[in-house]
């Protein structure tokens, strides 16, 4: 089967709820939201306009911070939890392996040292790292100390039911109340739904986002093309109406997951996706245009968008309606929008 990006990126967006008709579509991936509050974004913009209070933000894939709906956490740990010595290797980096049953170690530390009703992330792992193996707490160069492997630890709250405080840039941790029970192997939701939610992906782009690798197995696939590109689908690709004209997406938005190339030439895409510090993704008729940040002044969100003059017609209405979105979801009432050249 031959495909066009656009017809991904149609299908992509519809099934994704970016036309405000299921504004919870993207929720079984998670929307990372770090720094806070660009997951209350990433649902904004799909419709829903209500605070995000009754969601949960943990640490998750790849252990960044998401929202998930807590319904969907024990099949979340279920499929994140190492069972291979390769699966934990790609949670310690260049750190040696540790053991397998050093995860449960961790976790059930995380559950018995917990100091206080709420800790920091430096609070918590000073608690549990004297009392583990040197092998899971290496020298750290930049703290000084030896503690536990960081993405260990992270993956370790997720799966002793630790949960993050919604708002603050700090990670701060909020103390368990019950002790989640070792979920067994299931059927791989994850990398289904990814398939389900980007459409057409090679599987390097799903690992990248899994951060893991398939922690049980691949769903079943078939291979297409796209552009001439091969690729592999879960699913077909259903005829969809073409993407909004206009988006405000932050750069690790689910719209904008797999190939990069289908959302954005190589030059934008270097503008966008940055080491350290991206700016949002201008997102025109489905494809990445250039770039924008925010700041809030008194009581005015400012948004400075690149080439802002040269955004026409129905395409720029769309984006003064997305800010004004986004002050929404950010200050209720309390908070309007400008939208400015950068």
């Known amino acids: 089967m031959d495909l066009t990006g656009a017809q991904v990126l149609a299908h992509r ?13 993207v929720l079984p991936l998670g929307v990372v939201d770090s720094p806070p509050k660009t997951g209350a974004a990433a649902l904004g913009v799909r419709g829903r306009r209500e605070p995000t209070d009754d969601l949960v933000r943990v640490l998750s894939l790849r252990g960044a911070p998401h929202l998930h709906r807590r ?32 995860v449960d170690l961790v976790v059930d530390l995380l559950h018995r040292e917990f100091p206080g009703e709420t800790a920091t992330k430096g609070e918590l792992s000073a608690a549990i ?14 703290c000084r100390v030896d503690h536990v492997i960081e993405n260990v630890f992270r993956l370790g709250t997720l799966l002793a039911g630790i949960e993050l405080d919604h708002l603050g ?27 389900r939610l980007v459409g057409p992906f090679a599987k390097a782009d799903a690992e990248k986002w899994l951060g893991a690798g398939p922690q049980d197995r691949w769903p079943d696939l078939r291979p297409l093309r796209v552009d001439g590109t091969r690729l592999l689908a879960h699913e077909d690709v259903a005829e969809a109406p073409d993407p909004p004209a206009g988006l405000l997406l932050f750069p690790r938005d689910p719209y904008l997951l797999g190939p990069r190339h ?51 017609g129905t ?28």
């Open 13 to 25: 967006a519809a099934v994704q709820g970016l036309h405000g008709d299921d504004p919870e579509a």
């Open 71 to 102: 319904e969907d956490l024990p099949a979340l740990r279920r499929q994140l939890r190492p069972r291979t010595p390769r699966q934990l290797a790609a949670w310690c980096g260049a750190h040696p392996t540790p053991d397998l049953e050093h």
């Open 129 to 142: 790292s004297p009392l583990l193996p040197a092998v899971v707490t290496p020298h750290c160069p930049t």
């Open 169 to 195: 840039k700090q990670l701060v941790f909020r103390r368990p109340t019950v002790k989640p029970d070792v979920e067994e192997p299931g059927e791989p939701t994850l990398l289904r739904d990814y398939a």
């Open 262 to 312: 289908l959302v954005a030439d190589p030059d934008v895409a270097k503008r966008v996706w940055r080491p350290v510090g991206s700016p949002g993704a201008l997102v025109l008729h489905g494809r990445v245009a250039g770039a924008w940040r925010h700041e809030f002044r008194g009581r005015t969100v400012t948004f400075q968008v690149t080439g802002w003059p040269e955004v026409r």
């Open 315 to 342: 395409a720029r209405r769309a984006i003064k309606d997305q800010a004004e979105v986004l002050a929404g979801v950010w200050g209720g009432n309390a908070l309007g929008a400008d939208v400015v050249e950068w």
